[in-house]
């Protein structure tokens, strides 16, 4: 069985909470970890995703630590769509101020 691992940044401008933890993470840049395993027997290459991690840092308290929480894609997905939306909120609240 064949692994690959990508390294992706994810942003976040929010504050955010991490699936099964109860840590606030900083607004910030962090680095998705995946893991996905080649398809075996097809004609063409395809992988399929085993699993995914965010990789946070231990911030001014502990620095040069780093954490890997195991995240699935629907949390990373719900994580982005709640930042996205508190983002978009604030847009429009300044926006009506002017």
Avoid at 51 to 69: D, K
Wanted: proline share 5%; glycine share 8%; net charge negative.
């Amino acid at each position: 069985m064949e692994i690959r691992s990508t390294r992706t940044t994810v942003t976040f401008r929010r504050a955010f909470t991490l699936p099964h933890d109860v840590r606030t993470v900083p607004a910030g840049d962090y680095v998705l970890v995946t893991e996905e395993e080649r398809l075996e027997g097809l004609t063409f290459s395809a992988y399929r995703r085993i699993s995914g991690y965010l990789i946070v840092g231990g911030g001014p308290a502990n620095p040069g630590r780093a954490e890997m929480f195991p995240v699935t894609e629907a949390e990373l997905e719900a994580l982005v769509a709640r930042d996205e939306a508190a983002a978009e909120t604030l847009h429009k609240v300044t926006s009506d101020l002017r």
